[in-house]
């Protein structure tokens, strides 16, 4: 019942309470930024997923480049609608992630790592040397999403002919979101969700009684592509472009980031900490060169008190209180 009623709230706030309070204060500009967190979150909702099963993804810009890539080249040289190309670049990231995980994927954790670190600079550089890319100057102009209806009746409208297409990409993100964290949640407490843990806990134990290893490893990896690769659409529709530099190694690292941030151990860490990073870099702006230092400063300080994520600081207090 109060999970029920906690769920009812959030939607309440992300659906009625944000756009309320946007319109009362005429700060249109926070629709960008919250769509931004929102899609930045179902990216970091993939690394979580690799972390899942004890693995460290530092290569999500990979995919995010890759699925914006794909949604940008479908939309302007095909012309298909930015909706269809929506799945179709999560379905491209993820057999990527499937070719380079089968190899990669067999071997430790360490090497894992280090393989993922360098594939959002190889993504880049084949953005920057492929023709159909267009290589330094990317691909501009892309169009909003179109009309999407069915016998007739509109379910989706044409972005362009809407007086607020802000808050549009704002209801998708959001939604989009929502999705990614349900199937994510969903996940957990399936068959396959518990599966997926027994790899972080004993890989050699999960082996013994036929689990097969490698398969979930793949499977795992490829969920958490797919789910790069959405976002990356999402951003390349928003911002009607994108070049090669549009997600580069930083990004990979602030995905992991938020991750850790939020707290490994809970579904939804990655998205509250997708929140805090994001508005936490932008509030130090301010600082102008000591931005980056106070900045690290803080995220270190963050992780040291709170060694499990921001969502584990109730159980700490209330723990607190109780000796």
């Known amino acids: 019942m109060i999970r029920a009623v906690s769920l009812a709230a959030f939607l309440l706030a992300l659906y009625i309470g944000v756009p309320g309070l946007i319109a009362l204060t005429g700060r249109w500009d926070f629709y960008y930024t919250l769509t931004s967190v929102a899609l930045l979150s179902i990216g970091s909702a ?3 997923l690799t972390f899942y099963i004890g693995r460290i993804n530092i290569g999500q810009g990979a995919y995010a480049l890759a699925g914006g890539y794909v949604a940008a080249i479908l939309i302007t040289k095909l012309g298909v609608n930015f909706w269809a190309t929506l799945p179709l670049a999560g379905l491209f990231c993820a057999g990527l992630a499937v070719l380079i995980g089968l190899p990669i994927l ?3 954790g ?4 280090m393989v993922t670190l360098v594939l959002t600079e190889v993504a880049r550089l084949s953005a920057l040397a492929l023709p159909i890319t267009n290589g330094a100057r990317g691909i501009t102009s ?3 999403p179109g009309e999407v209806s069915v016998f007739g009746l509109v379910l989706i409208p044409d972005f362009a002919t809407l007086e607020n297409p802000k808050l549009a990409f704002y209801l998708m993100a959001v939604t989009l979101m929502c999705l ?14 518990h599966l997926f843990r027994s790899l972080q806990q004993n890989e050699d134990l999960a082996a013994s009684i036929g689990v097969n290893i490698a398969l979930l490893r793949v499977l795992a990896y490829a969920m958490s592509s ?3 690769g959405i976002a990356g659409a999402g951003f390349v529709v928003i911002s009607q472009s994108i070049y090669p530099s549009s997600f580069q190694v930083a990004d990979s690292v602030n995905f992991m980031l938020n991750c850790f941030l939020g707290g490994l151990g809970f579904v939804f860490g990655p998205m509250l900490g997708t929140l805090v990073l994001y508005f936490g870099w932008s509030l130090l702006f301010a600082a102008a060169k000591y931005q980056m230092l106070i900045y690290s400063t803080l995220l270190i300080a963050a992780m040291l008190v709170v060694p499990n994520g921001l969502l584990s600081l109730p159980a700490m207090l209330r723990g607190k209180g109780g000796k």
């Open 180 to 193: 990614a964290y349900l199937v994510l949640w969903r996940l957990t407490r399936s068959r396959l969700g």
């Open 226 to 228: 797919f789910m790069g």
């Open 110 to 113: 360490v090497y894992f790592s």
């Open 106 to 108: 067999r071997l430790r």
């Open 46 to 48: 993939g690394v979580w």
């Open 142 to 144: 892309i169009p909003l």
